[in-house]
């Protein structure tokens, strides 16, 4: 069996060739994250492709994979100016204010197929150049109770469905020969959720080692048991 040794790497700054050897010499499976190189290309789709474009060239048999969250609005994107131009898309509270993370960073209504529909053309420009995958972050955050309270729990149903169309219609836009990673499973005294979406995926990760109730061995273990 091969054991891939996976790397996530973002930052706004474009990587020194002498990183780029580092990574294209010691890891099969890269996560090409927010932001990389953007100050150097423009945005973060520039940026990533570029910086793939330089991986594959020292080593075509690497897996890399564009970095796409699922539910936040991050910036430094291309595709941000398309989402910013469409208020509708923006996700709101049962009092019709903004739902922010951190009071900064807008989140996407998955109930709406045209917010999908966008969400999916990007995964598809982002899969069509040098990266081999997606990887579609942030499921937890939709997932946690507490947004009933935000949204109520109609609107909360109608995004839990969302997100599980989300992932058939990436899946049906970029093909069966891309790579579908996502975030993540938690497995807490009082959270167990993340496995539902591995049948539309091709791998899943635990984002937080040594916290959340993740600092055993038999807490992993519990999470690939249960």
């Not at 700054?13 to 010499?25: G, N, Q, S, V, Y």
């Not at 939709?142 to 009933?148: D, F």
């Amino acid at each position: 069996m091969k054991y891939l040794f996976y790397i996530h790497i973002g930052g706004k700054r474009e990587l020194t060739d002498k990183e780029i050897e580092f990574l294209a010499a010691h890891s099969d499976f890269i996560c090409l994250s927010y932001g990389l190189a953007a100050d150097k290309y423009g945005s973060t789709e520039k940026g990533i492709e570029n910086t793939a474009q330089k991986l594959k060239r020292l080593n075509p048999e690497i897996k890399l994979i564009f970095y796409w969250n699922s539910f936040l609005d991050y910036p430094l994107y291309d595709a941000h100016n398309e989402y910013m131009s469409h208020p509708e898309w923006w996700l709101k509270t049962t009092d019709g204010k903004l739902d922010l993370k951190n009071n900064e960073l807008r989140r996407y209504d998955l109930s709406n197929p045209d917010v999908r529909n966008w969400y999916t053309n990007v995964a598809v420009k982002g899969t069509s150049g040098y990266c081999d995958g997606i990887f579609m972050d942030a499921f937890n955050q939709v997932h946690a109770e507490a947004n009933i309270q935000l949204w109520g729990k109609e609107k909360y149903d109608l995004i839990q469905n969302g997100s599980f169309a989300l992932f058939k219609e990436t899946r049906q836009k970029i093909g069966d020969d891309k790579i579908i990673l996502y975030n993540g499973i938690r497995n807490t005294p009082d959270v167990h959720f993340g496995k539902e979406y591995l049948p539309f995926a091709d791998a899943v990760i635990i984002e937080h080692f040594d916290a959340f109730y993740s600092n055993s061995k038999n807490q992993w273990l519990r999470i690939s048991a249960t």
